[in-house]
T-cell receptor, first 118, second 111 residues
Framework: GENVEQHPSTLSVQEGDSAVIKCTYS??????FPWYKQELGKGPQLIID?????GEKKDQRIAVTLNKTAKHFSLHITETQPEDSAVYFC?????????????????FGQGTILTVHP | KAGVTQTPRYLIKTRGQQVTLSCSPI?????VSWYQQTPGQGLQFLFE???????NKGNFPGRFSGRQFSNSRSEMNVSTLELGDSALYLC??????????FGPGTRLTVL
């Protein structure tokens, strides 16, 4: 099955700096790579995702890059703010299509605790 | 649009008991997945239901089961609870099965 490794486990930055979190996956059939942000006492929140037919995707201060050859993908947060402090999870899955829908199970990385200091 | 709701939010049970957790997906979503989150094992997939059918199952013992109703609401059941079942149980709903939106979770403590 799929295995996802996430680094670093903790990341501390100053407000305004950039933060980068990296993940590697094992299953070359994986085609969907979401990133989640989890704040204390809450469920994971989908912040951005990328599919295997795209190399990069941006949404304001957040970007994700995918290198299918090397089987790794990264989350980039620019101009970090204290409210970006949370646990971030990457995930990967080889979603399969059936009847117009996708099915599969997300395999998550172990998470990165991001702390942004004011 | 309302998000995913899970009830109850907190639950305390003793070993050997059974528990049922409930999840109401986002309106219009037919796929519901369940995950277990623990500090040691992280987020692990339990099972996924789509239109009342289980489409996928993770590597959990048969004590963990689930079902989905015609209105897409889902329940998961854990029988014969063990101490190691203490965890945050998360439900995620999806329209097509890929983009998954999580609820706040049910915190289960087994004493």
């Amino acid at each position: 099955g799929e295995n996802v490794e996430q680094h670093p486990s903790t990341l501390s930055v100053q407000e305004g700096d950039s933060a980068v979190i990296k993940c590697t996956y094992s299953d070359s059939a994986s085609n969907y790579f979401p990133w989640y942000k989890q704040e204390l006492g809450k469920g994971p929140q989908l912040i951005i995702d990328i599919r295997s037919n795209v190399g990069e995707k941006k949404d304001q201060r957040i970007a994700v890059t995918l290198n299918k050859t090397a089987k790794h993908f990264s989350l980039h947060i620019t101009e970090t703010q204290p409210e970006d402090s949370a646990v971030y999870f990457c995930a990967a899955t080889p979603f399969r299509r059936a009847g117009g829908t996708s099915y599969g199970k997300l395999t998550f990385g172990q998470g990165t605790i991001l702390t942004v200091h004011p | 649009k309302a998000g995913v709701t899970q009830t109850p939010r907190y639950l305390i049970k003793t070993r050997g008991q059974q528990v049922t957790l409930s999840c109401s997906p986002i309106s219009g979503h037919r796929s519901v997945s369940w995950y277990q989150q623990t500090p040691g094992q992280g987020l692990q997939f339990l099972f996924e239901y789509f239109s009342e059918t289980q489409r996928n199952k993770g590597n959990f013992p048969g004590r963990f089961s689930g079902r989905q109703f015609s209105n897409s609401r889902s329940e998961m059941n854990v029988s014969t609870l063990e101490l190691g079942d203490s965890a945050l149980y998360l439900c995620a709903s999806s329209f097509l099965g890929d983009e998954q939106f999580f609820g706040p979770g049910t915190r289960l403590t087994v004493l």
